[in-house]
């Protein structure tokens, strides 16, 4: 069993920024790729940024240069560090983790948290 925690949403004016944090528990033995996505209100979800166990990193066009992401492989945590946030970036954003169990250490397995709310609103 996997469950993914996540913190840090809320309400921020334009212009200014919220960290997003995002741990992993329960029966990992290795987690390849660890991210965020998000979903606004009428659209579908889209990937956001995400982080490779070698930290190498995706972003979205619209984030880049604003948001960072990064990863603690000593934690199971990934961060998510948003800056001049925009009306634009409110949504549910959603921590997901490709984790490969014990158990089955060839084999990758997709999770997501459930969800905190980031609202960007004067």
């Known amino acids: 069993q996997v469950q993914l925690k996540e913190s840090g949403g809320g309400l921020v004016q334009p212009g200014g920024s919220l960290r997003l944090s995002c741990a992993a528990s329960g029966s990992i033995f290795t987690i390849n790729v660890m991210g965020w996505y998000r979903q606004a209100p009428g659209k579908q979800r889209e990937l956001v940024a995400k982080?490779?166990?070698?930290?190498?990193?995706n972003y979205a066009e619209s984030v880049k240069g604003r948001f960072t992401v990064s990863r603690d492989n000593a934690k199971n945590t990934v961060y998510l560090q948003m800056n001049s946030l925009e009306p634009e970036d409110t949504a549910v954003y959603y921590c997901y983790a490709h984790i490969s169990p014990p158990t089955a250490k060839d084999a990758i397995f997709n999770y997501w948290g459930q969800g905190t709310q980031v609202t960007v609103s004067p």
């Open positions: 982080v490779w166990r070698d930290d190498s990193t």
